[in-house]
Structure formats: structure tokens, C-alpha cells
């Protein structure tokens, strides 16, 4: 794989057709956030999936796009230290502007950070439901979609500064993210996180100190069928990944997949035997996290690692997930619904990790420890101070009794199940 060597118009075209298929892992993580929620706040969480996921394509297309640099247009915000230039940030044209006339690798570059951010912002959105309100909702998704995903695609993709690591100091091919797992699944965990810690738990969740109650997800169903149609998505998604931001050669291409499935099976089933050993049966929630765990995963590792290594990857992400959920609530008094700061933000540093541990190149892992501790010590605190300055003049939760009564009826003044008496918490009562 050389990223210098040009695409051919055949692999562009196959790309676009990859690209085509991606938003099924945006459909998939969607009915994934709207499962695991309760049952009296499934439609407003479903609503909040595609109202941020609009919301970030149209503020990203037509001013995120500028700052990532996707189409092209002046040279960038560059700072130049110890004879290095170091690109932060694209000046790309606003609203899109010359879109038509651009090359058709930039062209497919937009589609796929677009596709790329309104997977990113259902993140947050899964770890804070069934609390946050459907505004702040959309205020995380905007601040996303215009400030913190630009910038991290930037440095990450193309020309950034941590794509150029290769080029500028010999660290292998530079900062590895074919498929997003540090610029979706990183940053929209490190945003959940953040969402979750200005939050605070759902009521009741955490009665005493040192106890947890547990709150199940109303629809297993939705969970795992989400989980099937991620798979095609998270192809695609690795697929294009290393056609535009690796110059992989089609022959690259299936290993790539294969390497996808094979991360999300061996997720599965580490969840599957773990939660088997330690709780008697399977736990199908926990699976599905396991499931999309080495699907995170892979996003750093498909397209770079060998069929064993995307295996032994998919196993340490399946092994992690469940314990994670346990840390997070036991210890760390955590509410997470959806999962998505193990599921997403931890699985992707681990494949972030994995994908320089497994490389032949020299400096590769160096470069890779580079990106995580930008993305931990730079985007971390950025979005937490970011997210907390809006959370005093929009408050992120909504009332007591909104959330008593389920969001639906807060604030859409109807149930998802109108049919179905929901029953309240015993918490509530």
C-alpha cells in the first residue's frame, strides 16, 4: 500500500459504490441506540438519531467541510516548527463550492467524511438517552459537525499534521485511520464520555454508592439487527477507507473485509463465553456490544493486519466489553447506556494501537501513540470544557418529570407504543 502512488478512476468508482452502503452502519448504530434505551423514550431517540445526523451532514457539507479540507482550495493553516510544516487545518471552499468541478478523489473524500460525521454524532446521542433533551442533542451534533470532527479529520486524513508523520519524521506511513477508528469512534466516544460526565446518570440508576441497578435495553430485536446492518456498513467504511486514504490496490480489498468480519466474530463470540462463564447464560446486549466492538476495531486494523491479527484483535475488544460495562458502573459510577465509551472509544484506541503493533513498518507504532495521546489530550478536554459551557445556557438534561414520564411524552407528546402500557420505574414510585 503506498498513500503517494495515484487511484485509478476504476478504484474511485468502486469506491463510490462502497460509499453507497456506508450509511447502513449509521442505520444500524441508530436502531442499536434505540434498543438499549427504555421503552417510554424509544421515538425520541430515534427522532434524535436522524435529527443530529441531519443536522451534522448539513453543517459539515457546507461549513465543516471547509476546515477539514476535503475539496481543495489554498494551502491550509500550516505552522511551521523545527523546519516542519505542521498542516492543522484545511481552507477548503465554504458551502461546498466547487463540488462539481472538484477531482472525483476529492469529491469521494467529502461523501465519505459526511457519511463518517453522522456516524460520529449518534454517539453521544446513545450514551446520554433517555435524559438528554432533544436541543442539546442537536447543539452536540452542530458543535461536531463544525469544529471538532473537521479538525480531528484533518490531521488524521490527507494532509494533517498526523497523517504527515511519515513523511516528516519517519514514523512508518504516518498516523493509520483508514476506517475512522480514531476520527468517528474515538472522538464520538471521548464526545459520550463528556455528555455522560455533565449529565450524570439516569434516576435511579446508581441508589447507593457502590451499587447499580440495572436498567435493560426495552428491544433486543432492534439490537441485533442493528448489529447485521453495521456489518455491511463497517465494509464499506473500510473498504473506501483504504482505496482514499491508503491507496490500497483492489487485491487489498477483500482481505480488508475479510479482516472486518473476521474482528466482529471473534468480538462476539469473547462476549459470548465471557458473559456464559460469569453469569450462567449469554447476555444478548453485551454480545451485541462485542459484536460492534471488533467492528470499531477493525476500523484501525482491517486494511493493515493480517486474518489472525484482525482474530486476536476482535478477541481482546470481545474480552474488554463486558468487564468495561463493569468498571464503568461498579467502579466508576458510569451510566452508559449504549455502551459507545467502551463499545467505541476504548475499542478504537485499542485497534489504534493494535494497528502499530502489528506493523512492519519502522516507527509505525510511534506514530500511533502519537494520534492517541492528541486525541486524549487535545479533543478530551476540548470537548468536555466545550460541551460544559453549553450545557449552563442549554442544560443538556431535561427536568425531573420529563424524564419521570419517558422523553417521548416530554417531548414529543406521544409514546413510541402507544398500543402498550409502560410501566414506570419501581424506582419512580
Known amino acids: 500500500m503506498n498513500p503517494a502512488a495515484p487511484i485509478s478512476e476504476s478504484l474511485l468508482s468502486l469506491a463510490f459504490a462502497l460509499l453507497l452502503l456506508a450509511p447502513l452502519a449509521v442505520a444500524g448504530v441508530a436502531l442499536i441506540n434505540v434498543g438499549l434505551g427504555r421503552s417510554r423514550s424509544a421515538a425520541q431517540t430515534l427522532l434524535g438519531n436522524l435529527a443530529m445526523a441531519a443536522v451534522a451532514v448539513l453543517l459539515f457539507a457546507l461549513v465543516g467541510s471547509a476546515f477539514a479540507g476535503a475539496l481543495p482550495g489554498g494551502t491550509g493553516h500550516i ?51 433517555d435524559r438528554v433533551g432533544l436541543l442539546p442533542g442537536i447543539a452536540i451534533a452542530a458543535l461536531i459537525a463544525v469544529f471538532f470532527f473537521p479538525l480531528a479529520a484533518h490531521w488524521n486524513w490527507g494532509t494533517g499534521w498526523l497523517a504527515s508523520l511519515g513523511v516528516n519524521f519517519g514514523l512508518g506511513h504516518g498516523f493509520l485511520d483508514a476506517g475512522g477508528a480514531a476520527t468517528i469512534h474515538v472522538l464520538g466516544g471521548l464526545a459520550a464520555l463528556s455528555v455522560v460526565w455533565i449529565a450524570g446518570p439516569r434516576r435511579g440508576k446508581f441508589p447507593k ?7 435493560p435495553g426495552h428491544n433486543a430485536v432492534y439490537v441485533l439487527f442493528g448489529c447485521l446492518l453495521t456489518l455491511i456498513g463497517w465494509q464499506a467504511f473500510n473498504a473506501a477507507g483504504a482505496l482514499l486514504w491508503m491507496h490500497a490496490p483492489l487485491t487489498a480489498l477483500p482481505q480488508a473485509v475479510l479482516n472486518t468480519v473476521l474482528s466482529a466474530a471473534a468480538g462476539l463470540g469473547a462476549t459470548f463465553a465471557v458473559t456464559r462463564t460469569r453469569f450462567g447464560k449469554p447476555d444478548a446486549s453485551l454480545c451485541a456490544n462485542g459484536w ?27 474480552i474488554a466489553t463486558p468487564l468495561l460495562v463493569e468498571l464503568f458502573e461498579l467502579a466508576l459510577s458510569i451510566d452508559d447506556p449504549s455502551g459507545a465509551i467502551g463499545v467505541h472509544a476504548i475499542s478504537g484506541l485499542w485497534g489504534l494501537l ?16 502519537v494520534g492517541i495521546t492528541a486525541l486524549l489530550g487535545f479533543f478530551l478536554p476540548l470537548i468536555y470544557f466545550v460541551f460544559l459551557l453549553v450545557n449552563r445556557y442549554l442544560p443538556f438534561r431535561v427536568d425531573a418529570d420529563g424524564e419521570r414520564m419517558g422523553l417521548d411524552l ?13 410501566h414506570r420505574d419501581e424506582s419512580y414510585r
Open 209 to 215: 454508592e457502590g451499587f447499580s441497578t440495572a436498567m
Open 410 to 422: 416530554h417531548e414529543l407528546g406521544g409514546g413510541a407504543y402507544p398500543e402498550f402500557v409502560i
Open 292 to 318: 460492534m466492538a471488533g467492528l470499531v476495531a477493525s476500523s484501525a486494523t482491517a486494511a493493515v493486519v493480517s486474518p489472525l491479527a484482525a482474530v486476536f484483535v476482535g478477541l481482546v475488544a470481545g
Open 79 to 129: 505552522l511551521t516548527l523545527a523546519g516542519k510544516p505542521w498542516s492543522l487545518a484545511g481552507t477548503g471552499p465554504w458551502f461546498a463550492n466547487g463540488l462539481a468541478t472538484a477531482p472525483l478523489q476529492a469529491q469521494l473524500t467529502l461523501l465519505f467524511e459526511i457519511a463518517a460525521v453522522a456516524l460520529c454524532v449518534l454517539l453521544p446521542w446513545g450514551s446520554g438517552e
Open 354 to 369: 493494535a494497528a502499530g503493533i502489528f506493523s512492519s513498518s519502522t516507527g509505525q507504532f510511534l506514530a500511533q501513540l
